[in-house]
């Protein structure tokens, strides 16, 4: 009886150790895995046109080797007038890097992802343009088709989303600053446009709370 016992309180402890390690467990892979959850890049197919959002460099770039494989026949800069580069704007940058002027569209409104989305459409619409190809940077991507796909969600058009390599490190994203402030940025804005808030005030509020953490 006495080893039954003793087994059975062996049992109850192991259970108990399981149910107060497993939560620690799973917080310690959900913070190993954050950094990989964000890049996303698929397989560039044919498409209608290739639409850059301003924000990072190297975005136009990717956008140009696309193009020159023949990928698409447009490109279209959103928030063309941001900085891309020693060229200058993102006009002026894909230009430089061989672009022919009629091959590129622009609109210059946008101050927000949600933005980036929300007034491309329209554009697309205009050119009668069926599919896209959406160029950011890597770590913005899981956030940028989130965003696409439901701004996008009616109207026909087939996106394929594409990043840019950024220097981040998604492995090990809290071994270096840049690649914690990113990390720490594109979850607070994911949650944030989670719950509806996008557009310049959503920038807004998101300068705050990261002005309270750095207290």
């Given at each position: 009886?006495?080893?039954?016992l003793?087994?059975?309180?062996?049992?109850?402890?192991?259970?108990?150790?399981?149910f107060?390690?497993?939560?620690?467990?799973?917080?310690?892979?959900?913070?190993?895995?954050?950094?990989?959850?964000?890049?996303?890049?698929?397989?560039?197919?044919?498409?209608?046109?290739?639409?850059?959002?301003?924000?990072?460099?190297?975005?136009?770039?990717?956008?140009?080797?696309l193009?020159?494989?023949?990928?698409?026949?447009?490109?279209?800069?959103?928030?063309?007038?941001?900085?891309?580069?020693?060229?200058?704007?993102?006009?002026?940058?894909?230009?430089a890097?061989?672009?022919?002027?009629?091959a590129i569209?622009?609109?210059?409104?946008?101050?927000?992802?949600?933005?980036?989305?929300?007034?491309?459409?329209?554009?697309?619409?205009?050119?009668?343009?069926?599919?896209?190809?959406?160029?950011?940077?890597?770590?913005?991507?899981?956030?940028?088709?989130?965003?696409?796909?439901?701004?996008?969600?009616k109207?026909?058009?087939?996106?394929?989303?594409?990043?840019a390599?950024?220097?981040?490190?998604?492995?090990?994203?809290?071994?270096?600053?840049?690649?914690?402030?990113?990390?720490?940025?594109?979850?607070?804005?994911?949650?944030?446009?989670a719950?509806?808030?996008?557009?310049?005030?959503?920038?807004?509020?998101?300068?705050?709370?990261?002005r309270?953490?750095?207290?």
């Amino acid at each position: 009886m006495s080893r039954k016992l003793t087994s059975k309180k062996m049992g109850k402890r192991r259970k108990r150790i399981l149910f107060l390690y497993l939560p620690v467990l799973l917080i310690a892979l959900l913070f190993l895995c954050a950094g990989r959850f964000l890049p996303l890049s698929e397989s560039p197919k044919q498409a209608d046109v290739i639409i850059v959002l301003s924000g990072g460099g190297g975005r136009v770039e990717k956008a140009v080797e696309l193009f020159k494989e023949g990928i698409a026949p447009y490109m279209l800069l959103s928030a063309v007038s941001e900085n891309a580069g020693p060229s200058g704007d993102m006009h002026q940058t894909a230009l430089a890097l061989g672009i022919p002027e009629e091959a590129i569209l622009t609109e210059d409104a946008a101050q927000s992802t949600y933005q980036n989305a929300q007034f491309t459409l329209p554009i697309m619409k205009q050119h009668g343009f069926k599919s896209a190809i959406v160029v950011s940077s890597d770590f913005h991507m899981r956030r940028v088709k989130f965003i696409f796909d439901h701004v996008y969600k009616k109207s026909g058009i087939e996106l394929t989303y594409i990043g840019a390599d950024s220097g981040y490190n998604a492995k090990a994203w809290w071994s270096e600053r840049y690649s914690r402030e990113t990390t720490f940025n594109e979850y607070t804005k994911m949650i944030g446009n989670a719950f509806g808030y996008n557009g310049p005030e959503a920038k807004s509020t998101f300068e705050q709370i990261k002005r309270w953490f750095r207290r």
